[in-house]
């Protein structure tokens, strides 16, 4: 359902950029990144988006040569790690050497954002980063709390 509702702004970005892997040998190897074929839209996790939770996570990504095998978070809040390592599993790619490389994802909250709170900006530079931008959760209109330093949030 929320997928339905997200209509987003997408942007790819599809660089034609390597990665230097360590090799068995302890030397480095340049291995072509895979190139991204589809993938589901990556959303602004909604107990993050309202507990204004905003940060970079890091997923090293394992392939087989067409589809993700393995997925490690080495680095990002819980809530948002979930939401990043839960997209990259849906990511399908064009047939390439199986390879292992580091996905950055960032969630970011800015205020006056055009649109919907409900509907983030997402940007993909594949295969090495995500954004996804979004503006912070509205205070509950009317609340006394709304002009002190640490304004209330509403849970519809």
């Known amino acids: 359902m929320r997928l339905l509702r997200a209509l987003l702004t997408v942007i790819f970005c599809c660089p034609s950029s390597s990665l230097v892997v360590p090799a068995a040998s302890g030397q480095e190897s340049k291995v072509a990144l895979p190139r991204v074929a589809a ?8 107990l993050a988006h309202i507990a204004h939770i905003q940060g970079f996570v ?21 809530l948002l790690a979930a939401a990043a390592e839960e997209n990259v599993r849906t990511w399908r790619f064009t047939t390439h050497e199986p390879t292992t490389f580091t996905v950055t994802y960032r969630f970011k909250l800015v ?3 055009e649109g919907d709170p409900e ?10 980063e995500v954004e996804v931008a979004t503006r912070p ?4 209109e009317g609340s006394a709390s709304t ?8 849970i519809p």
């Open 119 to 128: 509907n983030p900006t997402v940007v993909l530079p594949l295969p090495t």
């Open 111 to 113: 205020p006056g954002l």
């Open 147 to 154: 002009s002190s330093s640490a304004p209330s949030r509403g």
């Open 58 to 78: 890091h997923v090293k990504v394992s392939t087989d040569g067409h589809s993700v095998v393995a997925t490690h978070v080495e680095y990002g809040h819980k």
């Open 39 to 46: 993938a589901q839209v990556p959303l602004y996790p909604r």
């Open 137 to 140: 959760w509205p205070p509950i």
